[in-house]
């Protein structure tokens, strides 16, 4: 199915995912020993770097658990650390939206990371990205603490949250809501919906991708992640992309070249209604209260509960 589904696939305690689309909603949590258990064997560190990547796969799973090579890393915000991961498997591959579970050597505790590239950078470069917030937990701590160019780890595909058409597929509009590190999922899903206005645009055929709305929520501009890429995306299709940033807790002065997009206090309930259309899909990710506030007033509003899509996360 192309559009969204959903389920319940939570990897750790500092991102634990609540996942629910076409009326059903799912939610439940592996605690991260149970997940280390599931994979077969806790990570041991020892003299070598090497990874086993078939200590990590359940029996009989079909998602595959491939070594990954920490190729790039940057602060993003002050709180934020990106990374970039050369992934050298060939049949690794992931849906617009996906997270990965995340193995450390030496960290018993799996990390789970929603994936911020679009699918065609993997295609292109064998890269992925993530954006991780530092917290106490292990996986976040050792990304922090810890990682380096050149580190080794291994990642494994999860989540029903994705946006995936397909060529023949009616053409959709998309509106994305972001609150915090919740825009990591919809920044993969925003790419993703240029990259096939581009391959529309080059080639004549593909899927024909809808207009694209971002509605963003964090506390500053500082924490504002990727605002940079998104707005260049935005200008390279202004007819096709837009945005609109919000911040809660601004103390400083907002440079000019954001003041356009920049709307000082939370997403209001008419800015997203004004966007609803039968041909409309809904992509929420954030915190629990904002995801059940938005989720509730569109289904309120007679939104079909398959276009409404969320995840949440704490």
């Known amino acids: ?16 995912f609540y996942v629910s689309c076409i009326g059903k909603r799912h939610h439940g ?11 077969g064997r806790h990570l041991h560190s020892g003299g070598s770097a090497e990874i086993d990547t078939q200590r990590f796969a359940p029996p009989h799973s079909e998602q595959v658990v491939s070594a990954a090579k920490v190729c790039g890393v940057a602060s993003e915000s002050p709180s934020v650390k ?49 954006a991780v917030k530092h917290t106490n937990h292990p996986p ?33 509009n998309l509106v994305l809501i972001a609150g915090g590190v919740g825009i990591n999922p919809l920044l993969s899903i925003l790419r993703h919906a240029a990259d096939l206005h581009r391959e529309r645009a080059s080639k004549g055929r593909g899927y024909e991708m809808g207009t694209v709305r971002l509605l963003y929520s964090a506390k500053d501009t500082s924490e504002l992640l990727f605002k940079k890429n998104i707005l260049d995306l935005v200008n390279e299709f202004p ?13 400083t002065q907002i440079s000019a070249d954001l003041r356009p997009y ?3 206090g939370r997403i209001s309930e008419k800015e997203i209604r004004d966007h609803i259309s039968k041909e409309t899909l809904f992509y929420i990710c954030g915190p629990p209260p904002m995801t ?3 989720s509730k007033d569109l289904e309120s509003s007679c939104v079909p509960r398959e276009h409404i899509c969320f995840e949440k996360w704490w």
């Open 82 to 130: 990106r990374l970039r991961l050369l992934v050298a498997d060939k049949d690794f591959s992931f849906k617009a939206g996906q997270w990965v579970d995340f193995f450390i050597p030496g960290v018993s505790v799996v990390g789970g990371f929603s994936i911020c590239s679009s699918p065609r950078l993997l295609e292109q470069e064998r890269m992925i990205e993530l």
């Open 1 to 16: 199915m192309p559009f969204p589904r959903g389920s319940s696939q939570p990897s750790d305690q500092t991102h634990v």
């Open 292 to 294: 059940d506030f938005f």
């Open 239 to 251: 007819e096709k992309i837009a945005c609109s940033f919000h911040v809660t807790k601004q103390t």
């Open 29 to 39: 949590g592996r605690d991260p020993q149970a997940a280390a258990r599931l994979c």
């Open 262 to 264: 920049i709307t000082e």
């Open 140 to 172: 976040a701590l050792w990304i922090h603490s810890q990682c380096t160019l050149d580190s080794e780890v291994a990642v494994r595909v999860g989540g029903e949250f994705f946006f995936d058409p397909q060529p023949a597929d009616a053409s959709r």
